[in-house]
């Protein structure tokens, strides 16, 4: 079982790490110090399960949840160390939660769980919460872009990047399906989500294509294959 | 000679009739507004009304002489004119004059225009001192008297002018003008200082009645903030007795007495419950009652042969209007009341029902600092303790000795945490008490928290209250470095602004006002509860102050005294 061990502070990652040696068929794909990283790392690595800490910097382990490309969704084990959080993890359809300090028999029970379940219900992530911000990474920081700031969200080779009405470009470690899924952003080509609100034009073209001009006066390129769906989504004609 | 000397001493009998007029009406609310100069219509024309009767007045209470009259009318006259104005002046010498013409004789007419110059006259008085700013001149018994004066020989010589022949005019000017010049001279002066007289007692009056009222609210200042108890009550009983000087003053909750002094305290003792009629009565209604002993019937309830006679019963007042208890004011069978101090009476008690109030209210405030505090500590110190023992956990296997560091640290933080809040301690003690929370924070982030602690050693003695920079710092991690992807700063300074400490804690996050994620968060409760303390504590400018550069540095800065003061609510 390939795990994935999230937490902000490194002796609750020491700690975990100690408790999950003891089991030979547990593999420790790797530690990950905020939600950001977290993030990145499922996309990269797709694990089986994550032993996810609640309480971590700008975003914690439970908005991290709602982050995840649903398409890779791993098990989620929470810890925590206040158990206020508890029934809000179970609504968020966490596999179980562990309190810290971890008691041993305690986690015990939770890999024999593990072991026994297979892979994860999707309907069980069903009614994960819609986005109101995109956690995006800067310089020792993590920066959330309001969505009502957000024109486009493009999927380049060097990854996902967020643009601004101020003309700014942020990197992300959201799938662009996880964005549509969980936002109003709606896809206008196979690499860009657009922002209704931030549509001020659409500019039809011969070839049957389309281009978006934002109201900060950038242009968006709109697919012919996307465009009816654009259209129907925005109710034109 | 002799009959002009028989004509002013008769004349001047009549003057004092007169005078007995103006007096008893001096006492009257009629004249009150002749004591200012007054440019209002009311009291302008009150003026008139009141100087044309004496006018009037004057002439009725004249003397007969030749079938002319010698008179007193002048008084009027001038002093409508010196108090009211030239337009006053006239129309009370016109009223006056047609008067006078209406009686009839040969002089009828000349007196008449006589009576309307001396209006002028008083009126060109007034208006002189007026425009010279000498306006209080006019209030000079002398001055009123020199322009009674000169308007009285005006009227001589008008006589002369307008009587004819002129053989009977010199007749009746030789055997009326001293007698009239004596008397309404002299009567004008004296009108006017028995106006002046009414007008001193009036002032001292109410200046006395100020100031005994100032003195006291004074005195008594915050003598019952802490409520109605026996030291409390036998301090503001003692102020009362001292300054309005009645025979007895007692102060009573609803129950029993909490402090009597003065005549009768052989028999009326602290302690004892409340037996008078009054007191009841006026506790049950809420009323102030008066026993005088004469209409009302006042007998002490305690003893047959109290020396006391008279009693004024106030109610305190506590929250919403409740009567918490009562003060009473006697005076002995041997003295009347006073009506200053049965009007100052109720002031007091009015006064010192605001005052428990304000303290009651000041109480409260307080009691609720204190819980938040209790509440937040107990709020606090769970999630700390959970996430310390975590650490813990983690470090015990792997360094044994680091463990048992932490463990020290957890120790001095928790003794300092114990330390009530209301109690003051050294800026040492707080730096321990950071250092102590710092040392387990470091642990737990591991090399993720740089912690930088620049206090120069000459503040180590500083006192302020205790709890108070903790919070502070806990709040720059909670909300400051821990939300931050890479390595978090703190630096702690302190530096002196006047006479002043101000301790500064900043952090390199800059979120404060990020107001992105309040989810669950205590939204920086420590902190407003250490700024309300200091602002309570201290007063302005004393307190927290909060600059924050977005995404680069939030800085918190306590303010507090070098010298620690008198705490100011104790």
């Not at chain 1, 769906?229 to 925005?234: A, D, G």
């Not at chain 2, 209002?40 to 002319?68: K, N, Q």
């Not at chain 2, 001095?412 to 003051?424: A, D, G, M, T, Y």
């Amino acid at each position: 079982m390939r795990v994935l061990i999230i937490d902000d502070e490194p002796p609750a990652r020491e700690e975990l790490r100690r408790l999950l040696g003891a089991y030979e068929d547990i593999e420790i794909l790797g530690e990950c110090a905020n939600a950001v990283e977290g993030i990145a790392a499922v996309n990269r690595l797709s694990p089986d399960a994550l032993f996810l800490d609640i309480h971590m910097p700008r975003i914690s382990g439970l908005e991290m949840l709602s982050m995840l490309d649903p398409d890779r969704r791993p098990q989620v084990v929470f810890l925590t160390a206040h158990d206020e959080h508890a029934l809000e993890a179970f609504a968020e359809s966490a596999f179980d939660y562990l309190l810290k300090p971890v008691d041993p028999e305690r986690i015990d029970k939770t890999i024999r769980r593990l072991r026994a379940a297979h892979a994860p219900s999707p309907a069980l992530f069903e009614p994960a919460r819609p986005l109101t911000s995109i956690p995006c990474s800067g310089q020792n920081r993590v920066y959330l872009v309001k969505l009502a700031d957000i024109e486009f969200v493009v999927s380049r080779s060097s990854g996902i990047f967020v643009v601004t009405g101020a003309g700014q470009e942020r990197f992300t470690e959201l799938t662009l399906k996880t964005i549509e899924e969980r936002t109003p952003l709606t896809r206008c080509h196979r690499q860009v989500l657009v922002n209704p609100e931030a549509i001020r034009e659409i500019v039809f073209q011969e070839s049957g294509a389309a281009e978006i001009v934002t109201n900060a006066g950038a242009r968006v390129p709109v697919s012919r294959r996307h465009l009816a769906l654009l259209k129907e989504r925005l109710s034109i004609a | 000679m002799e009959q002009s000397l028989a004509l002013s001493f008769n004349l001047m009998m009549q003057t004092c009739g007169y005078l007995v007029v103006a007096y008893l009406l001096s006492r009257t609310k009629l004249f009150l507004p002749f004591m200012r100069v007054t440019v209002r219509l009311p009291h302008r024309i009150a003026a008139y009304v009141v100087f044309s009767l004496f006018c009037i007045m004057g002439t009725y209470l004249g003397l007969e002489i030749d079938e002319s009259i010698a008179n007193t009318r002048a008084i009027g006259a001038v002093l409508g004119g010196m108090l009211g104005g030239p337009v006053v002046g006239f129309f009370v010498g016109l009223t006056g004059g047609l008067h006078r013409y209406w009686i009839g004789g040969p002089t009828a007419l000349a007196c008449t225009v006589s009576t309307i110059a001396e209006g002028l006259i008083g009126g060109f008085f007034h208006l002189w001192f007026t425009r010279h700013g000498r306006i209080v001149k006019v209030f000079d018994p002398f001055t009123v008297a020199l322009g009674t004066f000169c308007a009285e020989v005006v009227q001589m010589i008008i006589l002369l002018l307008m009587v004819k022949p002129f053989a009977a005019a010199t007749h009746l000017v030789g055997q009326i003008a001293a007698p009239m010049l004596i008397a309404n001279t002299l009567g004008a002066g004296l009108f006017m200082s028995i106006l002046l007289d009414r007008r001193e007692a009036l002032e001292k009056q109410s200046s006395v009645f100020s100031a005994k009222a100032l003195k006291i609210a004074a005195r008594a200042e915050g003598a019952l903030r802490g409520g109605l108890d026996r030291t409390a009550a036998g301090r503001v009983a003692r102020i009362i007795y001292e300054e309005t000087g009645v025979g007895a003053v007692a102060i009573s909750d609803r129950e029993k007495l909490l402090a009597f002094i003065g005549v009768g305290d052989d028999h009326h003792v602290v302690g004892m419950p409340i037996s008078s009629r009054q007191t009841l009565e006026a506790m049950e209604k809420n009323v102030v009652l008066y026993a005088d002993g004469n209409e009302v019937d006042y007998q002490c309830s305690i003893d047959p042969h109290c020396p006391l006679g008279a009693a004024l019963v106030m109610p305190l007042l506590g929250e919403e209007e409740r009567v918490i208890g009562a003060i009473k004011l006697y005076e002995p069978k041997t003295r009347l009341f006073s009506t200053i101090n049965r009007t100052l009476g109720e002031g007091i008690a009015r006064l010192l029902s605001a005052q428990i109030l304000a303290g009651r209210y000041e109480a409260q405030k307080q009691l609720l600092t204190q819980s938040e505090l209790k509440l937040l500590q107990a709020q606090v110190n769970p999630h700390f303790l959970f996430n310390t023992l975590n650490t813990l956990a983690a470090v015990v296997p792997k360094d044994p000795d680091r463990a048992r560091q932490l463990v020290q640290h957890l120790a001095v933080f928790f003794r300092k945490n114990l330390k009530r809040p209301s109690q003051e301690v050294t800026l040492e003690d707080e730096i321990d008490h950071v250092q102590a929370y710092l040392e387990i924070e470091k642990a737990r982030f591991a090399g993720n928290l740089d912690v930088i602690i620049d206090i120069p050693p000459e503040f180590a003695e500083v006192r302020l209250p205790a709890f108070s920079l903790q919070p502070i710092v806990e709040n720059a991690i909670k909300h400051g470095t821990s939300q931050l992807i890479g390595k978090g700063e703190i630096h702690i300074t302190a530096t002196r602004v006047d006479d002043d400490l101000v301790i500064d804690v900043a952090d390199n996050a800059g979120l404060h006002e990020g107001g992105e994620r309040p989810v669950g968060d205590d939204g920086g409760l420590g902190m407003k509860l250490v700024a309300r303390r200091l602002e309570t504590r201290f007063g302005p400018p004393y307190g927290v102050s909060v600059r924050c550069e977005r995404d680069v540095a939030t800085h918190v800065s306590l303010r507090v005294p070098l010298e620690m003061r008198e705490m100011r609510a104790a």
